[in-house]
């Protein structure tokens, strides 16, 4: 993959937590850069640290050493593990609170009214939070992450808890709007498969302290992937080696 240029690099972060049995630290002098443009996946053992990373690269925490330097303006967009919808507010409602900062309202009409459309969500658009299920609450996450037109598109574990439908579903989504955007995807993920299915590096950390362990890049043009493809599975088996080791 020819990469654009470089528009996040994390420097040497460490960060450690305070607790009742002392220090724990969850991260050690990790560093590594996203491109303009590339998708890579965040793959580790449960409880290493990967969610507090993604909240550092996002600014919701502070890192105890190391710099997160960000290309000046970026746009940001963060789909949580866990929906966070604002209750009070209709499936429309939620998704222009999101784009007011950010766009023309022209613009965001339109952008609004062809990512429900898209996601399945039109016919919801006067519905609440309340009334949705948790598939089309993730499928409305991920809509308001859209609807901004995102630089960088950070996303923790966005399909965990989604059937195998929905997860093509939103994955068709995202790559199409990648492809036709040609923004930039940092994902959570805990498996290997979607992870090479999905990215073009995957960097696979170590438990705690968390580390980079591994760098694994996938030259396979995304739209030629195949689970049957030797090369992919090759790269799950490592992937899933590393996990395992």
């Not at 960097?203 to 996938?218: C, F, G, R, T």
Request: with cysteine; aromatic share 6%; glycine share 6%.
């Amino acid at each position: 993959m020819e990469r654009g240029n470089t528009i996040l690099k994390l420097r040497r972060i460490h960060k450690s937590f305070s607790g009742h049995n002392g220090e724990l630290k969850v991260l050690q002098d990790i560093s590594f850069q996203v491109c303009a443009g590339e998708i890579i996946a965040l793959i580790g053992p449960s409880g290493c640290g990967k969610t507090t990373l993604m909240s550092i690269i996002a600014g919701l925490i502070e890192p105890d050493q190391g710099e997160v330097m960000r290309e000046a303006g970026l746009r940001l967009a963060y789909v949580f593990q866990e929906p966070r919808l604002l209750p009070w507010k209709t499936v429309e409602a939620n998704v222009s609170f999101v784009q007011r900062n950010f766009l023309q309202q022209s613009e965001a009409e339109a952008i609004k009214s062809d990512l429900l459309r898209r996601a399945g969500l039109a016919e919801y658009r006067d519905a609440y939070p309340g009334q949705l299920s948790g598939g089309m609450k993730q499928r409305l996450e991920l809509v308001r992450a859209l609807s901004v037109k995102p630089e960088l598109l950070l996303m923790d574990e966005p399909f965990k808890s989604l059937d195998l439908a929905l997860q093509h579903q939103l994955r068709e989504l995202l790559l199409t709007e990648h492809a036709r955007a040609g923004f930039a995807v940092l994902l959570i993920t805990h498996d290997p498969e979607e992870a090479v299915m999905l990215a073009d590096r995957v960097l696979v950390l170590s438990d705690k302290p968390s580390a980079v362990h591994e760098e694994i890049v996938i030259d396979v043009p995304l739209r030629e992937r195949s689970r049957k493809d030797g090369e992919i599975f090759a790269k799950a088996e490592q992937i899933t080696d590393y996990l395992l080791s």
